[in-house]
């Protein structure tokens, strides 16, 4: 063989290993690719430590979200209490709210003119939190026809002629007997909504003759006193 035709054999020879070069480069990287993906069993195992995370974080979410509820409530009927006392001196007139807890319906609050609860399907009745549903709050009171008996947070009757009430004179002030009368929201004790779950409760208390309102946590009143006391937040 001659020299010249070696030569060309040769050159061929490298160029087709270069040539081959680009292919083998994609092959590879094809192979990679086809071998990056997850297996069963790790999907599997995303899978359950999402559900053990979701599992421990979801109590918590759930009695946050209820907290907030029961807190926009009481926010809810603190302003309606104090709205009755601005109306009656403003108007020079007694106002009145009155509460009410309808069987399989939200808990409701009236503020009007008088004393004398508006009928059952009155525009008057609010309901104490927007988006409220019924059975995710507690509410409760000692008062009754503008009395209040110290120790006796009952829940909120579900007739609308039982309606507890708290009544302001012309001045904005209350009768001795409505000077501790307090409203009380909670959470719905689990399985038994007629019972709240005593740390979760807030209230709204009238305190004085003078018509002092003020709202916050409910404590049991020390000092040979039964009941509790609303302390100011």
């Known amino acids: 063989m001659s020299i010249p035709v070696a030569l060309k054999l040769l050159r061929r020879s490298k160029l087709t290993r270069v040539a081959a070069k680009p292919e083998l480069c994609q ?27 979701s599992a421990i974080a ?45 069987s399989g319906e939200v808990p409701k609050i009236a503020v009007y003119q008088g004393s ?52 302001f004179d012309y001045m904005g002030t209350v009768p001795p007997t409505a000077a501790r009368s307090m409203i009380v929201v909670a959470v719905p004790a689990p399985g038994n909504s007629s019972n709240p779950v005593p740390q979760t409760r807030r209230c709204v208390e009238v305190t004085t003759l003078l018509g002092a309102i003020q709202g916050g946590r409910p404590v049991e009143v020390t000092g040979g006193t039964s009941g509790l006391q609303c302390l100011p937040r």
């Open 27 to 53: 092959d590879k990287r094809l192979s990679v690719q086809g071998n990056g993906g997850f297996t069963l069993i790790e999907f599997l195992v995303v899978v359950i430590i999402i559900a053990v995370l």
């Open 58 to 102: 979801a109590p918590g979410w759930l009695g946050f979200v209820s907290q907030r509820r029961v807190n926009a409530a009481n926010e809810t009927i603190l302003r309606s209490v104090q709205q009755a006392q601005s109306e009656a001196k403003k108007n020079k007139q007694s106002y009145s709210i009155s509460l009410v807890a309808p």
């Open 116 to 167: 004398e609860p508006p009928a059952n399907d009155s525009p008057l009745w609010k309901s104490v939190g927007e988006g409220i549903k019924p059975g995710q709050i507690w509410l409760g009171t000692n008062a009754s026809d503008n009395t209040a008996t110290v120790g006796n947070i009952d829940q909120a009757p579900q007739a609308y002629p039982t309606t507890p009430t708290i009544t």
